[in-house]
T-cell receptor, first 113, second 115 residues
């Protein structure tokens, strides 16, 4: 079946540190991959996505590359800020655009000054 | 444009009681989804409406859960009777039929605690 595995948190970093949150997936066919972020007290927001192998999604300084050979979609940011503190969810979805998303367990990131 | 709203934000009930969660999607969004996150684990899909029809309800855990979307606008998720394992955060999401692939807009969630 389809599944997503994320590194366990929490991840605690100092401001301006480099961030990597690992995500690997198991899926049939050719899924699209997503990173969603949940800031405190808010709903999940789409952070970035990639719809085919070797695509790179990017937004707000975050990047993730769809690696089919390693079935991975790791999230990276070169210099984190306190405002990046949130829970990050990796997810996959299949064709049609309107079907369910399959999420990982989420990784909590805490950035301190 | 108002986002997805959910009510209540928190609910604490006793085992055996009934609870109804409500979701108001973004106006004009045909697709409405319910998800659940239990005890800090992964967010799991429950079901998907297209307008008032259930497109996919494969994630509904059992017949104690009943979802409706009368008139294709807001949706309710009723749990009757509630059990301890139903505790968690229930998220609602919506998307437009012609929207960006995979971009579902989520509400803040309802935190349900069953004692």
């Amino acid at each position: 079946g389809n599944s997503v595995t994320q590194m366990e948190g929490p991840v605690t970093l100092s401001e301006e540190a480099f961030l990597t949150i690992n995500c690997t997936y198991t899926a049939t066919g050719y899924p699209s991959l997503f990173w969603y972020v949940q800031y405190p007290g808010e709903g999940l927001q789409l952070l970035l996505k990639a719809t085919k192998a070797d695509d790179k999604g990017s937004n707000k300084g975050f990047e993730a590359t769809y690696r089919k050979e390693t079935t991975s979609f790791h999230l990276e940011k070169g210099s984190v800020q306190v405002s990046d503190s949130a829970v990050y969810f990796c997810a996959l979805g299949h064709s049609g655009g309107y079907n369910k998303l399959i999420f990982g367990a989420g990784t909590r990131l805490a950035v301190h000054p | 444009e108002a986002g997805v709203t959910q009510f209540p934000s928190h609910s604490v009930i006793e085992k055996g009681q009934t609870v109804t969660l409500r979701c108001d999607p973004i106006s004009g969004h045909d697709n409405l989804y319910w998800y659940r996150r239990v005890m800090g684990k992964e967010i799991k899909f429950l079901l998907h409406f297209v307008k008032e029809s259930k497109q996919d309800e494969s994630g509904m855990p059992n017949n104690r859960f009943l979802a409706e979307r009368t008139g294709g606008t807001y949706s309710t998720l009723k749990v009757q009777p509630a059990e301890l394992e139903d505790s968690g955060v229930y998220f609602c999401a919506s998307s437009h039929r012609g929207g960006k692939w995979g971009e579902q807009f989520f509400g803040p969630g309802t935190r349900l605690t069953v004692l």
